[in-house]
């Protein structure tokens, strides 16, 4: 079992996933964002090698508009 924490809930999971699986599975937000992984931005390209790991935390950042 490995827990790791999604927007500052935990989430536990069965068996390791790489990122975009985690995502696929777990994240409701359509369009733009960007992701960071232990406060580090991923590229998207990286999604499927970057396997999760114990205590990895997860937010995914969207834009705003403002002035």
Do not use: W
Request: one cysteine or more; glycine letters at 6%.
């Amino acid at each position: 079992m490995i827990t790791i924490r999604f927007n500052d809930q935990l989430v536990m999971l069965d068996s390791p996933l790489n990122l975009s699986e985690f995502l696929m599975m777990h994240s409701r937000q359509k369009g733009c964002y960007a992701v960071a992984l232990n406060r580090q931005f991923i590229a998207k390209s990286n999604y499927i090698t970057q396997l999760l790991q114990e205590g990895d935390h997860i937010e995914l950042i969207t834009p705003m508009q403002g002035g």
